[in-house]
Each structure stands twice: as structure tokens, then as C-alpha cells.
């Protein structure tokens, strides 16, 4: 279910744990033109092969997922489609396990308890990744349409998604 978002790290310093600095998803979800992270697929901790890396790239409303050195001759191995018109949902995704549906995983844009669906959770000591340790991060526990775990981090987007048979992880935000 974890769409791998980890958006545009545009060199902003997280904040240091406990309440977010932000309370809505639109200051997370890293969804802007031209954004674009690194994710690796593989739950290994050694270096990644970069033939094996999935780059990931914002098209209007799509983030585009490749598995290759360049993004240029990457292979095509999934997407999600988001709508952030009102908050943030997910409203179709395939995944580099085959995985793929539409339907309606809604992140609320308030900073409250729940979303429809999902649970949210601000961990005082952060969230890490192969990238590093994000200190300021909205975590949602989500059942219904994919279940899973989606990680965002202030300023970068999404770092961490965990679905059933898929696991998006942070290498680099571009």
C-alpha cells in the first residue's frame, strides 16, 4: 500500500521531534512540479545496485516509478496517482509488485486524530530510512482500497511506504 513519495528535498532541516511543525499534509506531501526522489524496493541495508533503484518522478498528478540507473532508460514498474485538491488521496496506484487498484485513500489535510480510513501518528523520534533519519514526520496507517503505512517527511514528501507486498524506502530526494 506504500506508495513511495518521498518528494523533492529542497535542503529545508527537519524540525526536532514531538509536535510537527506543520499541521497540514500540504506542508508533507512534497507534491510540486518537477519533483523527484530515488526509492529502493529491496528491505536490504547494504549499498544499492543503481540498476535496481526505482526513480520516481511527479507528472501533473502522477508520480511516474522507473527501476534503473538513468531515468532516461529506466523501465516503466508502476505509479501513484494522487488528488490534492482537498488534503491529499490516493486515487489509483501499481506497484513494482504488480499490485494495482483505484479507489480512495484519503490523507486528511487536518491535523487530527484520523482520516477516512487512516490513522495518524507524529513519532517522537522521527522515522528512518537509507537516506537518514526524518525528525519531522506525519506517519498514516491506512486499511481499506491498500493497506499500509505512508511516511512523510516536513519539506520532502514521501519517504517511507509500506504495502502488503511492497516496500518504498527512501534513498534520495532529488
Known amino acids: 500500500m506504500m506508495l513511495a513519495l518521498a518528494l523533492l528535498g ?18 508533507y506531501h512534497g507534491l510540486e512540479a518537477g519533483a ?32 534503473g540507473v538513468r531515468w532516461a532508460d529506466a523501465s516503466a514498474v508502476g505509479s501513484l496517482s494522487w488528488d490534492a485538491s482537498d488534503g491529499l488521496t490516493l486515487v489509483g ?19 487530527i486524530d484520523s482520516g477516512e480510513g487512516c490513522a495518524l501518528s507524529v513519532p517522537e523520534d522521527g ?5 537518514g533519519r526524518f525528525e519531522d514526520v506525519l506517519v498514516f496507517d491506512c486499511d481499506g482500497d491498500l493497506p499500509g503505512r505512508f511516511v512523510f517527511a516536513l519539506g520532502i514528501g514521501l519517504v517511507w511506504l509500506e504495502a502488503p507486498d511492497d516496500t518504498l524506502d527512501l534513498v534520495a530526494p532529488w
Open 36 to 67: 523527484s526522489w530515488i526509492y529502493r524496493d529491496d528491505q536490504e541495508e547494504a549499498e544499492p545496485d543503481e540498476s535496481t533503484l526505482l526513480r520516481a518522478q511527479l507528472d501533473g498528478d502522477t508520480l511516474a516509478l522507473r527501476r
Open 127 to 131: 522515522h528512518e530510512t537509507y537516506h
Open 93 to 111: 496506484w501499481q506497484l513494482p509488485s504488480g499490485d494495482s487498484g483505484s479507489g480512495s485513500v484519503r490523507i486528511t489535510d487536518e491535523y
Open 10 to 27: 529542497c535542503g529545508r532541516e527537519p524540525s526536532l521531534g514531538g509536535e510537527p511543525e506543520a499541521s497540514t499534509i500540504s506542508a
